[in-house]
């Protein structure tokens, strides 16, 4: 077949015949009522699978050259100055925490036996890399039907020991990111955003409208195949701080301290002529270690995905806007049954996720089953209250490790009461309504 073909040529027909294969094999069928509805799905055409096949013929496999092109656009399309691609979300938010122990910040650098407060209502990788260097998370509650963080109780939560705060923006909706920045300018704190949930959405911070995710001093996104882009596995940190930066990368990259990108030797042109710890004079600086780091890089056929997914991207968060408030719309008549989600003041949300909350009188544990029964898929908010998770059964004997401020209300209601379903851009009209119906007859 190739015998007389240049490569080039070559790789032209096969990505024409990737293309045909996509569209006749992969196009889903017209949405029909009874038909599953899942919380969250892949949006992809040809142009990923192309991209993903032309990645793996060239089989560099590791980072190359589309994860060059995905940083830099992504870095563009936020707005932000260093972007760096790893293998998944949770490895972006142990990233990003890393980065913090990083000897590079001196005085302010995390600790052990240091305070991160955060949340207990979501995802555990947001906590995980705090409890596994050996600092300390303290929990404080949120609010409904925001499902955010409580600012009210920041102040109470700060000791002398608290260097950081490490939040989500929760299915997409910003936490009050004017009174989080406040506060952690007013203490020195640093500020990790985790933007997993949230990509692409904005806030209006003194006048001026951002990505979430740009405000603080770092931000996370996962590319699972749920989130709002996907790759298959993936994530990526990003942040305007050069120093950081240094220590992410390096972190990312078995802690070495050399910058050179994968493939390329001596870019600084001094890899044998420098002193490094106590290592000898001129020892080859590819391999000197300036942290204890990790390999979280991801392939450059994932970063081939998500080139073509970013391509799509702003019209997936306006579909998930629609979605949502079409959805919202629909729910209108049954408040008094379920607490309607509501967006952060001063936000424009991408939406993740339609969180409902059972009022007094109406149990989940009924709700549930009966919209599952029907092909709506649904979803806990996550770990609901993450210190009641057996993951936290040694710790809680003890009385260490980690520090409660308040009662966790509104908390313990979300584990009890709540759950949510779906707004991918997959999603058509004929299934949002379908999904509303069924709600509606859930709670009658």
């Known amino acids: 077949m190739f015998e007389n073909m240049t490569e080039?040529?070559?790789?032209?027909?096969?990505?024409?015949?990737?293309?045909?294969?996509?569209?006749k094999y992969h196009i889903k069928k017209e949405f029909e009522e009874g038909d599953r509805i899942p919380y969250a799905s892949r949006v992809y055409d040809s142009a990923e699978m192309c991209n993903l096949v032309?990645?793996?013929?060239?089989?560099?496999?590791?980072?190359g050259r589309y994860t060059d092109e995905f940083e830099q656009k992504l870095a563009k399309y936020l707005g932000v100055k260093y972007c760096s691609l790893v293998n998944s979300g949770s490895s972006a938010n142990l990233n990003a925490f890393m980065a913090l122990t990083s000897p590079l910040l001196g005085d302010r650098r995390v600790k052990r036996g240091d305070e991160i407060i955060t949340v207990a209502a979501g995802f555990p990788t947001t906590v995980t890399p705090a409890i596994?260097?050996?600092?300390?998370?303290?929990?404080?509650d949120?609010?409904?039907?925001?499902?955010n963080i409580d600012v009210d109780m920041l102040e109470e939560a700060l000791s002398d020991r608290t260097k950081a705060v490490m939040i989500a923006h929760t299915l997409g909706n910003p936490f009050?990111?004017?009174?989080?920045?406040?506060?952690?300018?007013?203490?020195?704190?640093?500020?990790?955003?985790?933007?997993?949930?949230?990509l692409g959405s904005k806030y209006v911070i003194n006048g001026e409208e951002r990505f979430t995710g740009t405000i603080g001093d770092i931000g996370t996104s996962s590319f699972y195949p749920p989130h709002h882009m996907t790759m298959g596995e993936g994530g990526a940190v990003y942040t305007n701080n050069a120093l950081l930066h240094k220590a992410i990368r390096s972190f990312r990259d078995w802690g070495r301290d050399c910058v050179c990108p994968s493939g390329r030797d001596n870019l600084c042109n001094h890899r044998f002529d420098k002193?490094?710890?106590?290592?000898?004079?001129?020892?080859?600086h590819k391999y000197v270690y300036s942290h204890f780091g990790y390999n979280l890089k991801a392939t450059d056929m994932q970063a081939a995905i998500g080139c073509a997914q970013l391509d799509k991207f702003p019209s997936f968060v306006e579909r998930r806007r629609h979605n949502f408030d079409r959805l919202k719309a629909a729910l209108a008549s049954i408040e008094d049954k379920l607490i309607l989600p509501i967006a952060c003041e001063n936000s424009t949300p991408s939406w993740f996720g339609f969180l409902l909350t059972c009022r007094e009188g109406v149990e989940r544990n009924k709700v549930v089953p009966y919209i599952e029964s029907k092909g709506v898929q649904t979803r806990m908010l996550f770990a609901g209250n993450l210190v009641k998770h057996p993951c936290f059964d040694e710790m809680r004997a003890i009385g260490e490790g980690y520090r409660v401020v308040g009662s966790l209300e509104n908390t313990d209601r979300i584990m009890r009461d709540t759950f949510w379903v779906g707004v991918y851009p997959g999603m058509t009209?004929?299934?949002?309504?379908?999904?509303a119906k069924v709600i509606i007859e859930a709670v009658q």
């Not at 013929?57 to 980072?63: G, N, R, V």
């Not at 002193?275 to 080859?284: A, F, I, S, V």
């Open 8 to 23: 080039d040529q070559a790789r032209g027909e096969i990505l024409s015949l990737v293309q045909e294969y996509c569209n």
């Open 54 to 63: 032309d990645s793996a013929l060239e089989f560099w496999l590791t980072s």
């Open 132 to 140: 596994q260097y050996g600092a300390v998370p303290v929990f404080v």
């Open 142 to 147: 949120v609010t409904i039907p925001q499902y």
């Open 176 to 198: 009050d990111l004017t009174a989080v920045k406040a506060f952690c300018d007013k203490h020195k704190l640093w500020l990790v955003e985790d933007n997993c949930d949230a």
């Open 275 to 284: 002193q490094y710890g106590e290592l000898p004079l001129g020892y080859d």
């Open 429 to 435: 009209d004929e299934m949002i309504d379908y999904m």
